[in-house]
């Protein structure tokens, strides 16, 4: 999601030099209008890609494993829907929803504290509800490491598993975090002879921590996890901008030669940014920082300031004025190295050399005290500022290089329309290995990431997503790409599930420890396939991408978008608004 940096440098150039004294941390995502009754629950975004707002009977807010474990009781015993909510709930889709109406919130909010640290083993244990900050510092302070991790650091270790989630690298055990799982403790219901909830403990080796590392939260709620961590060490950083005329074959290749290596292409540019980042040695000099300027507070006025240009660009606005609006973030970002400095104050030059911890992940905007939302994280609902989707998918690495010779021909069809992309830094392209868990890939894979407009107004057509849905629709159809659980919309997860081999060892382990399904929900259903389909087919859906369309209805036909065939992978269907005659492969 690095694209949504995007919006910084406009911040920068609207605000100036105004000077943070502070942000707002973001809003909790559980609700409640009486105590801990009558709630609602949602992402950090305020808002799942149907729109609905979710509600739930109550929440209880457990400080210990024993309180845990009473909370899943009540609610097994009653029979009750219940899902965990986490600090912030970063997931777009639905998962953090129980479902019906009165269901039960079960948040970890409060459990986030360091059971044990075994530096003789480099093993860790910490409770589910850990922040990635937290966890990445403590174990840094007992001199070891996680070698990977997603890049943001808002998420907990509970819910960043659940979703599969990820950093890149190919080497050793890859980029997953759940790679580095070797144990943990879950709470599930029971019969009532069991008191009606019971902990499992799941050490290496154990067949059911393939299925509860990666569990999208339907198994019961993870108690402790436990980590096996590496010596402390370093990484050096550089970043190298280059022409994209070899993308295809670098895509293929640059994981190998980089641990940590990952790539953004800007297709209007043409250019691709290489991160070439690898391990060193502790005693090499160097204490660097990675504060990236996209995860860091922006101020509220210049938020609403990007957001209000931005949308009178989407509205109103010519390929011309967009294209050229697009050039300014990535030049921003790559004048102000990402928001890497080499010492944790200046940037002195290429490479940034520093500890693992300094590195791996930031976001600095989930921090700050609450200064009255003078400033937020980019995306804080409370204000009007950029609302976006993220969609991220993963492609087999042997398949790769062919899905980006597709993309760029679909580029090269129309260069322009590629200008949205480029405004949000573009594709990140990395690598995450093959992996045990049964809902983990099932391939070393290529996962490319893409951020973009999102209309306040549901419905709302945009210029040119013909582009972004085809090119999606292709890697999910043709590449059989597998979209990452915590991101995306819900076409996304139409059939999902089936390119999962494993996925019936899953649900079998599902129905051995939540018989009942008291943790499923309507949503967990439709993703796993056990019922109905996570699409709804209505009247404009295919610009949500709540459908892929079938029919003008699903698009827009009164403002001019009709559901076509698409470009360059023919089986799409896709909104655009252009004459059905005006074909530009006829004019090539
Ligand atoms: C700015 C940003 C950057 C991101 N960068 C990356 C990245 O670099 N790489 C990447 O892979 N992903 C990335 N993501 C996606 C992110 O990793 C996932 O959305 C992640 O799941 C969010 O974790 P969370 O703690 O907010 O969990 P939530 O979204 O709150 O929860 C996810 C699911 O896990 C369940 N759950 C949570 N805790 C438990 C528990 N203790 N026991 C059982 N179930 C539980 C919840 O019920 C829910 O079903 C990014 C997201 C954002 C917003
Ligand atoms: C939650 O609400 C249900 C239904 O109203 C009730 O039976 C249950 O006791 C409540 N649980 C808590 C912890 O308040
Ligand atoms: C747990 O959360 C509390 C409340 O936000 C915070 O003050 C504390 O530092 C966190 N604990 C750890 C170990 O990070
Ligand atoms: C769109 O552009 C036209 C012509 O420049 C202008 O008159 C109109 O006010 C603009 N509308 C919006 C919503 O910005």
Redesign the pocket.
């Known amino acids: 999601m690095r694209g949504l940096l995007v919006i910084l440098p406009l911040v920068v150039l609207l605000v100036g030099p105004l000077r943070l004294v502070g942000a707002s941390p973001p809003p909790q995502p559980v609700a409640c209008t009486s105590g801990t009754s009558d709630c609602t629950v949602t992402n950090v975004y305020g808002s799942f890609p149907d729109r609905t707002i979710c509600r739930a009977a109550n929440a209880s807010f457990p400080r210990t494993e024993q309180e845990l474990v009473a909370a899943v009781a009540a609610a097994a015993a009653a029979k009750r829907k219940v899902k965990v909510a986490t ?1 912030h709930s970063h997931s777009f889709p639905k998962l953090a929803c129980p479902g019906g109406r009165d269901g039960t919130i079960i948040s970890t ?2 459990l ?3 059971v044990s640290v075994d530096a003789g083993r480099r093993r860790m244990t910490v409770e589910s ?3 990635l900050r ?1 966890l990445v ?2 174990a840094a302070a007992a001199g070891l490491a996680l070698p990977h991790s997603p890049y943001w650091y808002g998420i907990t270790i509970g819910g960043l598993l659940a979703t599969g989630a990820h950093g890149s690298s190919l080497w050793g055990k890859g980029s997953a975090v759940h790679e580095y799982v070797v144990g943990l403790r879950i709470v599930t219901p029971a019969p009532e002879s069991q008191g009606f909830a019971v902990v499992r403990e799941l050490v290496a080796g154990d067949p059911d921590l393939d299925a509860a590392k990666v569990s999208l939260g339907v198994l019961g709620v993870i108690s402790h996890v436990t980590l096996e961590l590496q010596p402390q060490f370093k990484r050096s950083v550089r970043f190298v901008t280059r022409d994209d005329s070899d993308f295809a074959e670098k895509v293929a290749v640059w994981g190998g030669l980089h641990e940590f290596g990952d790539m953004a292409w800007l297709p209007r540019q043409g250019k691709l940014i290489y991160r070439e980042d690898d391990r060193v040695d502790v005693s090499m000099t160097g204490n660097g920082l990675n504060d990236y300027l996209g995860f860091r507070a922006q101020p509220t006025l210049g938020l609403i300031t990007a957001r209000a240009a931005e949308e009178r660009l989407e509205k109103n606005g010519t390929d011309i004025a967009r294209c050229l609006a697009a050039r300014v973030p990535a030049a921003l970002f790559e004048l102000q190295a990402y928001g890497f400095t080499n010492d944790g104050v200046f940037f002195t030059g290429w490479p940034v050399v520093g500890f693992q911890h300094r590195i791996q992940a930031s976001g600095t905007c989930i921090s700050s005290p609450e200064d009255g939302l003078l400033s937020s994280c980019t995306w804080d609902p409370r204000i009007r500022g950029p609302f976006f989707y993220n969609s991220g998918f993963s492609i087999a690495l042997s398949k790769a290089p062919a899905f980006v010779a597709d993309m760029m021909r679909l580029r090269d069809l129309n260069p322009r329309a590629f200008c949205d992309m480029d405004a949000k830094l573009g594709i990140l392209m990395r690598y995450v290995k093959a992996s045990s868990a049964y809902l983990g890939k099932p391939e070393d894979c290529v996962d490319f990431d893409v951020t973009y407009y999102r209309s306040y107004t549901d419905g709302e057509p945009r210029p040119h997503s013909d582009m972004f849905d085809e090119l999606e629709q292709m890697a999910l159809r043709k590449y059989g790409a597998i979209p990452h659980w915590g991101k995306n919309r819900n076409f996304a997860f139409d059939g999902a599930v089936a390119k999962y081999p494993n996925s019936g060892e899953f649900l079998k382990v599902k129905d051995r420890y939540d018989p009942d399904g008291i943790f499923s929900s309507e949503w967990s259903d439709q993703v796993l396939g056990i019922k109905g389909s996570p699409n709804i087919v209505d009247v404009r859906c295919a610009i949500e991408g709540l459908c892929v369309c079938s029919d003008d209805s699903h698009c827009s036909p009164e403002q001019g978008y009709f559901c076509r065939p698409g470009k360059v992978f023919k089986e799409a269907m896709v909104c655009s608004d252009e004459k059905p005659t005006g074909d530009r492969r006829d004019e090539l």
């Open positions: 600090r909010r409060f986030n504290r360091t509800g850990m922040v937290d510092r403590a």
